[in-house]
């Protein structure tokens, strides 16, 4: 047992820690007391081996007859029963071995206590824990892992280590070192070293690499403290894993290449460059990068193939046979990364090696090939020189204007005869004339066609050559048409709907050509229609039509002239409807209140005319059949008067006696269907005779035989023809003749419109007149 004796110094330092202690104490007893103050020190080793319990020695106490009791870490607290006292022998004792890692100073009070129970005396002890070397070095990893390049340069850091003590720090059972204890495989050109810097070792290398050598290094590293009566130590594993780098060139077997290629092809491999690179497959290193020379038009590409590291050259600008029949180029190769080389020249213990790291440079040279590509010649169509030509006209100019000449060469054959053909001219304005490719207008050119697109008009010419297997080339003639002002204004809408209580009605305008040939424009009321209507604006892109109060309800038509920037106008009719909305809806507007209506007559009207049509095919092959006449009853019975049913007696003649129109003389294209029958009557004019033989028409021609005018009198009526014009309004007026003026109102109702009335005028009867 070895005991250690502190000094005054230490011992003020602990007097502080107990009288804190005291104070604590001294709440808990408020009597007033007189104490020694007693300070007692004891050191032991560390993990001492015993027996147990084992005395440090004895304490100075006042009085032996009083109880002793300790108080404070190791016999109060934990580790608790750690420290006993012996009442009888005054003894402070250790029942167990203590750690430096632990607390390394324990410091307990102990009390002398009077037989009632106060305490009288207070001691207090330091016991000091005395460390030994029994912690070795400990790595922070059983296993570093590093990676070093191939082509480092010597001297460079490899990989740290670290390892701590836990012994105490300052002393040489803390302090260590490290040391390299062992590599494998043993390096042939390099040498590993290792510095320690406090807690650290720091591993490098010097010498020269070689992956294909040795491409992975086992290290075991040794850190050893220094305690003076023992050493402890532990060891851990560096694993160092070489990257290959490139330290050799790609190599070449056959330096010469040959190739074939047809003329204007492009995208076709041409040929392969093989190589060889001793380097890792798949690294930058192995991989190989390929450089044309002498290819001045650019025509060719050149890439590596990444499975195999061959070179593909390809085609990428069609040759012209005629310009270059053969190509000569050359090719070089090296690799991604930059070649390097190391050569150890001189070995030293304690600096670093004497290295050459330039001399295989100088002597290495990347590898060549010459490649050679043949041109073969084949047939190529005429081309357009050049293949696109823009034409600008005004879209005004007259059919027959030239416009543009395209012409074409055969490459094969400058003497080839060529044709020229129109491709694509989808509104037909154009013609091209066969030998000499000249184009011209065919046709009026129209800006606002829906042929053209932005004031442009595209077509493609043809051209083929003279052979036995001809080819066609392709030409573009583009036309720029400039606008003329060859449009009117025109309304977008000619009938409107307004109600009684509107003030206007907004008018808008279309005209399909340019700005400054459209709008704005200039709006006009023509007719003495002011006091009703008036125009507000009248200079714009849109006018709005004002209705006056005194405007009455009803359908009114307007006339409108409506003028475009540069004056050209069109006079256009505007048919309003004004109605009075205020009321029931039998007093809306018709086209308003009858819209959902017109979905359904528009389906029924066609339907309707088709079975009105049927059934007049079924009548007509009826009468067909049965070719017989079937005359009006004598008298109708109703309301209306009876006409053209009184005639003469069988004993007198006629009035005046006529020719009549002898249906032989009428021309062949005459139509003339039966649609009833009439009872006879006599034709008085001669005009109307001459009428029907200049413009009547008869498709009976054949099986009439009587006169149409010349009808005489029989009391059985005949049939009568209606006669059909094919130009009514081209019928003299001698031979309209005017309704008795009881049937005017019965005309008005019953006659479609601009449908003029052949009139008789003695006996009222009339003949429908058709178009």
């Known amino acids: 047992m070895e005991f250690v004796y502190f000094g005054t110094t230490m011992k003020l330092a602990f007097l502080l820690q107990v009288v804190g202690l005291l104070d604590m104490g001294l709440s808990r007893n408020l009597i007033r007391q007189k104490r020694d103050w007693i300070i007692e020190s004891y050191s032991i080793d560390e993990e001492h081996p015993g027996p147990f319990p084992f005395c440090l020695g004895k304490i100075t106490v006042n009085n032996e007859k009083r109880e002793l009791t300790l108080i404070g870490p190791g016999a109060t607290e934990d580790p608790v029963d750690l420290i006993t006292i012996d009442d009888e022998k005054q003894l402070i004792c250790i029942n167990g071995p203590l750690d430096y890692e632990q607390p390394k100073i324990l410091n307990v009070v102990y009390e002398e206590n009077t037989p009632s129970g106060r305490a009288s005396t207070r001691l207090g002890v330091e016991i000091k824990v005395l460390d030994i070397n029994d912690n070795p070095p400990v790595f922070s990893k059983e296993i570093y892992y590093a990676t070093l390049e191939e ?365 400054y040939n459209s709008g704005p424009y200039y709006f006009e009321i023509l007719g003495d229609v002011q006091r009703q209507w008036r125009l507000e604006p009248k200079y714009g892109n849109t006018s709005n039509l004002i209705k006056e109060s005194v405007a009455y309800a009803g359908r009114h038509s307007l006339k409108l002239k409506i003028s475009d920037r540069q004056g050209l106008y069109l006079e256009q009719n505007l048919h309003v409807t004004v109605c009075d909305c205020t009321g029931s809806t039998s007093t809306m507007c018709e086209t308003g209140q009858s819209r959902p209506q017109l979905a359904g007559r528009a389906v029924a009207v066609p339907v309707i005319a088709l079975l009105l049509l049927l059934c007049i095919l079924l009548m007509m092959i009826k009468c067909e059949k049965r070719r017989e006449f079937i005359p009006l009853p004598g008298t109708f019975k109703g309301h209306v008067r009876n006409y053209c049913t009184e005639g003469p007696g069988q004993d007198i003649k006629p009035v005046q006696k006529n020719d009549g129109v002898n249906i032989t003389q009428l021309p062949s294209q005459i139509q003339i269907t039966t649609q009833g029958m009439l009872p006879s009557l006599v034709c008085q004019q001669q005009p109307c005779r001459e009428c029907i033989l200049t413009k009547g028409t008869t498709s009976a021609m054949s099986k009439w035989t009587g006169s149409v005018c010349n009808v005489e009198f029989h009391p059985n009526p005949i049939p009568i023809p209606t006669i059909l014009l094919t130009e009514p309004s081209s019928l003299d007026l001698a031979c309209s003749l005017s309704l008795d003026p009881n049937f005017k109102p019965l005309d008005a109702i019953c006659r479609p419109p601009n449908l003029p009335m052949l009139v008789v005028e003695d006996k009222k009867c009339t003949f429908p007149v058709h178009k």
């Open 151 to 515: 082509s480092k340069q010597q001297g460079s850091e490899v990989v740290t280590v670290q390892a701590s003590d836990a012994d105490e720090p300052g002393t040489n059972n803390s302090t260590f070192k490290f040391r390299i204890e062992s590599i494998l495989p043993v390096p042939t050109n390099a040498h590993f070293d290792i510095n320690t810097k406090g807690e650290s070792g720091i591993i490098t290398f010097k010498g020269c690499l070689d992956y294909k050598k040795e491409n992975k290094y086992t290290i075991l590293v040794e850190a050893k403290d220094q305690g003076e009566k023992k050493q402890l130590s532990s060891t851990s594993t560096v694993i160092v894993e070489v990257l290959d780098q490139n330290n050799h060139h790609p190599a070449t077997s056959i330096p010469f290449v040959h190739g074939r290629v047809k003329e204007n092809e492009k995208d076709i491999q041409v040929g392969r460059l093989q190589v060889t690179d001793k380097d890792t497959k798949g690294t930058a290193a192995w991989k190989a990068k390929y450089a044309l020379h002498g290819d001045q038009g650019g025509h060719f590409k050149i890439t590596t193939d990444p499975e195999t590291n061959e070179g593909v050259l390809t085609i990428e600008k069609p040759l012209d046979y005629e310009k270059l029949s053969m190509k000569n180029l050359s090719v070089s190769v090296e690799n991604e990364e930059p070649l390097f080389c190391c050569e150890v020249k001189v070995r030293s213990a304690t600096q670093l090696w004497e290295v050459d790291r330039e001399k295989c440079l100088l002597v290495a040279t990347p590898p060549q090939f010459a490649v050679t590509i043949e041109v073969e010649n084949v047939n190529e169509p005429p081309i357009f020189k050049p293949a696109v030509k823009h034409v600008y006209k005004k879209e005004s100019i007259a059919v027959g204007s030239y416009l543009e000449k395209l012409t074409a060469h055969d490459p094969d054959d400058d003497n080839a005869m060529l044709k020229y053909f129109k491709g694509e001219d989808p509104a037909g304005w154009v013609s091209v004339d066969p030998k000499t490719g000249e184009i011209t207008t065919a046709n009026n050119l129209d800006r606002e066609s829906p042929y053209v697109k932005n004031n442009v008009y595209t077509v493609i010419i043809y051209s083929v050559e003279n052979g036995k297997a001809p080819l066609t080339g392709t030409g573009t003639l583009i036309i720029h048409l400039a606008d003329v002002n060859d449009n009117l204004p025109i309304l977008e809408q000619s009938q409107l709907d307004m109600c009684l209580s509107d003030e206007l009605v907004k008018i808008s305008v279309r005209d399909p050509d340019q700005s």
